[in-house]
């Protein structure tokens, strides 16, 4: 990390500071004891007359820090900044685009055969890039771009790729010797691919593995409750599960999945990580290989992975993957921000998960709304919600299953949807914002008139880009169009537009969808930061247990029969919620206890099966 002094205009006042950080520099008081005929050094930090400001030269600082220290407003202040690797060539680089340099990538990942290999990291960093080079979509160019041909050959990578595996695989993909099976991270392109087609259909026609593991992607998957769908008609849950099965149907030498878990609920979740690790270690009379996953649900990484890698750099501008780790120490490297092995610290921020206020009475609690029975019946579904309370300033999670009805109460409490006629429901009677759980771009705003038409908030001011805008890089993004963002970017300026409206009641459907790991830590942080300013409440659907555990105060249980019946327990204490959540998909969980997030154990484990004695299925430290 490279350490750089910068100035707070907005504190720097030099008509009441004696210009302390200037007299105290030591190269000011050296040069003062010099002999008046020798050659005094520049001092680094100087006024420039013709702005009235001051200014540091990095190059010739000392980086002592006593300016910092003496500045009595303290206007002078440390940045952290990772340098970019000048002893290694790129692995790949991208042309540049007028004045910006383009994305610099290091390194690769370690192909194990027999191994779940997980890639960690933020968006922008290089996964996709990584993905699509071991794919063979992608020839790396060692940083020599020709924007005439932009082209290299197979023969003069694998000269200058050092390491065995990737050497051997990277001669394979030029014999084309290598077959690769890749589930990407947009699935659009499937609905042209087998436009007119049902799901069996096409998984039974493509199917390459023993009849065994078959059976097993279509049971842990369930396969068997879309069969006969045609692929328009697939939820957004519905398309992710037929793309993970349409790769794992295939005979391959190396899989690649690019964030399975999107819109799966945790019970499937758990089911994909069985499912990875068995064909990794090969299923039945499927061989063994490797297989690379990148997710930003910590849990599920941590509970799949056999090693972890790491993308760290600065997003946009460049990417460095680390040294294989084993899974507990690099999930702790990367929320610590410092590589231990490699002596490297690549973010000044530590994250760590604590629990929210779980130890809160509700006895006495105000009441913010009570709801009578609710019910809702579709043409083959049907929800039953019995009566309620939800409290003053609590953050509600919503948990469940796919299929039982979550974002069916969420749109009858935004008012998007209207309960059956027998439901004594009249609705909150509150100002509502409600975030939804799919996401469209079938408009040609900027993000800035996207927030302002949705919130009706005209409030862009330094305290709502530091609350609100800044911690999710929306500021970044405002005077760009909706049409032209990432499903991540997308994410952010919904989040955003959702919790800008001045509101009683907060309605986010699965907000951490998209988001990477520093941004979900981010969006937990937000919601409550919003809802206590706002004295509101927020009601929020959430997938990752990790973000759950974190976020809520009390959980309101969605069960039943998916696709066909959903009912509720609670809402329940933050305790009993999440012990009776976690019976009922069959999984225990303990607590890090450096970083206090949530680690999946192994089923049949020595904790799992003592966590299960003793009832305690939530949070216990080891």
């Given at each position: 990390m490279k350490k750089v002094y910068l100035v707070d205009y907005d504190l720097c006042n030099l008509r009441f500071c004696g210009r302390q950080c200037i007299k105290k520099c030591p190269i000011t008081l050296s040069n003062a004891r010099l002999n008046p005929n020798k050659k005094k050094k520049e001092v680094p930090v100087w006024l420039q007359k013709s702005t009235k400001k001051i200014r540091i030269n990095d190059e010739g600082c000392l980086k002592c820090g006593i300016c910092a220290n003496m500045c009595p407003p303290k206007a002078i202040y440390i940045k952290y900044q990772l340098e970019e690797p000048t002893n290694l060539i790129p692995t790949h680089?991208?042309?540049n685009s007028g004045e910006k340099t383009g994305f610099r990538l290091y390194n690769l990942p370690t192909l194990i055969s027999g191994k779940v290999t997980g890639l960690c990291g933020p968006n922008g960093i290089g996964k996709t890039t990584v993905l699509n080079i071991i794919s063979g979509n992608l020839i790396p160019n060692l940083g020599q771009v020709d924007l005439n041909t932009n082209k290299i050959q197979w023969e003069t990578v694998i000269k200058n790729i050092r390491e065995s595996e990737m050497r051997n695989h990277f001669t394979a993909l030029s014999q084309k010797d290598c077959k690769i099976a890749?589930?990407?991270?947009?699935?659009?392109?499937?609905?042209?691919?087998?436009k007119g087609k049902r799901v069996m259909d096409i998984l039974k026609a493509e199917n390459e593995v023993s009849l065994l593991f078959f059976q097993q992607i279509s049971d842990y998957l369930d396969l068997h409750a879309i069969a006969d769908r045609f692929l328009n008609e697939c939820s957004g849950g519905e398309l992710q599960r037929?793309?993970?099965?349409?790769?794992?149907?295939?005979?391959?030498?190396?899989?690649?999945?690019?964030?399975?878990?999107?819109?799966?609920?945790?019970?499937?979740?758990?089911?994909l990580a069985q499912l990875f690790r068995a064909r990794a270690q090969g299923f039945d009379r499927e061989k063994p290989c490797p297989v690379l996953i990148v997710e930003h649900d910590l849990a599920v990484l941590d509970y799949v992975s056999d090693i972890i890698q790491l993308f760290y750099?600065?997003?946009?501008?460049?990417?460095?993957?680390?040294?294989?780790?084993?899974?507990?120490?690099?999930?702790?490297?990367?929320?610590?921000?410092?590589?231990?092995?490699?002596?490297?610290?690549?973010?000044?921020?530590?994250?760590?998960?604590k629990r929210s206020s779980s130890g809160r009475t509700w006895s006495n609690a105000k009441i913010f709304a009570q709801y009578e029975k609710i019910s809702k019946t579709f043409k083959s579904f049907r929800l039953d919600v019995d009566p309620g309370t939800i409290y003053a300033s609590e953050i509600l999670g919503i948990v469940g299953e796919n299929g039982c009805g979550k974002s069916t109460f969420a749109k009858i409490l935004a008012g998007e949807l209207k309960p059956d006629e027998e439901s004594k429901f009249e609705g909150i009677q509150a100002r509502v914002s409600y975030k939804p759980q799919y996401i469209t771009q079938d408009t040609t705003q900027t993000v800035r008139d996207f927030i302002i038409e949705r919130s009706y908030n005209y409030n862009f001011s330094e305290e709502m880009l530091r609350v609100?805008?800044?911690?999710?890089?929306?500021?970044k993004l405002l005077n760009r169009s909706i049409a032209d963002l990432s499903g991540g970017e997308l994410?952010?300026?919904?989040?955003?537009?959702?919790?800008?409206?001045?509101?009683?009641?907060?309605?986010?459907?699965?907000?951490?969808a998209y988001l990477d790991v520093e941004e979900r830590i981010h969006i937990g942080q937000i919601i409550r930061t919003i809802a206590k300013r706002n004295a509101a409440v927020a009601i929020c659907i959430e997938h990752d247990i990790q973000i759950a555990d974190a976020l809520i105060d009390r959980l309101l249980l969605f069960t039943g029969k998916p696709g066909i019946l959903g009912k509720t327990i609670g809402p329940l204490n933050k305790r009993d919620g999440m012990n009776l959540f976690l019976e009922t998909i069959d999984v225990t969980f303990r607590r890090d206890p450096k970083t206090g997030r949530a680690r999946l154990n192994k089923k049949g484990s020595q904790l799992d099966k003592a966590q299960r004695a003793s009832g305690q299925l939530w949070g216990v430290k080891h």
């Open positions: 680089k991208y042309p890749y589930k990407r991270q947009v699935l659009r392109v499937l609905f042209d691919k087998y037929f793309a993970i099965a349409s790769v794992l149907i295939k005979e391959a030498d190396i899989y690649i999945i690019d964030e399975p878990c999107t819109f799966l609920d945790v019970q499937k979740r758990m089911k750099g600065a997003p946009h501008q460049f990417g460095i993957i680390s040294n294989p780790l084993t899974t507990k120490k690099g999930i702790n490297s990367y929320l610590d921000g410092y590589l231990k092995s490699e002596n490297i610290e690549f973010r000044e921020t530590k994250y760590g998960f609100l805008y800044r911690p999710l890089g929306v500021n994410q952010r300026a919904y989040i955003c537009a959702c919790l800008a409206k001045s509101a009683d009641l907060y309605v986010l459907d699965e907000p951490s």
